[in-house]
């Protein structure tokens, strides 16, 4: 029985798939995470406005989980197509 050997030409467009669908998931979840800052927004100044500090510290942390969020989206393009060069490095 012959050994397994793995096939290298596929991985260049498994690695371009890889990167479109990351750039699709990444828009999704920016504007995903647009909606949650303005959601924060709302509730930092309904929180605000009713002198309720809970519902202020709730959207306080709202609008800052919303930015961490932007900020892991935008760089999930270049992660994924840093991954797939790493596996082309290790198939070839």
Same mark, same amino acid.
């Given at each position: 029985m012959d050994p397994l050997t793995p096939v290298s030409d596929g991985m260049d467009e498994t690695r371009d798939l890889m990167v479109s669908v990351a750039g699709t998931v990444a828009n999704g979840a920016l504007l995903a995470t647009v909606a949650a800052a303005l959601i924060g927004?709302?509730?930092?100044? +309904? &929180?605000?406005?009713?002198?309720?500090?809970?519902l202020g510290s709730r959207g306080v942390q709202t609008i800052l989980g919303a930015v961490?969020?932007?900020?892991?989206?935008?760089?999930?393009?270049?992660?994924?197509?840093? +991954? &797939?060069e790493q596996a082309v490095s290790i198939w070839h």
């Amino acid at each position: 029985m012959d050994p397994l050997t793995p096939v290298s030409d596929g991985m260049d467009e498994t690695r371009d798939l890889m990167v479109s669908v990351a750039g699709t998931v990444a828009n999704g979840a920016l504007l995903a995470t647009v909606a949650a800052a303005l959601i924060g927004l709302i509730m930092w100044g +309904f &929180g605000t406005a009713l002198n309720m500090p809970s519902l202020g510290s709730r959207g306080v942390q709202t609008i800052l989980g919303a930015v961490v969020c932007a900020v892991v989206c935008a760089g999930l393009n270049a992660w994924v197509a840093w +991954f &797939g060069e790493q596996a082309v490095s290790i198939w070839h």
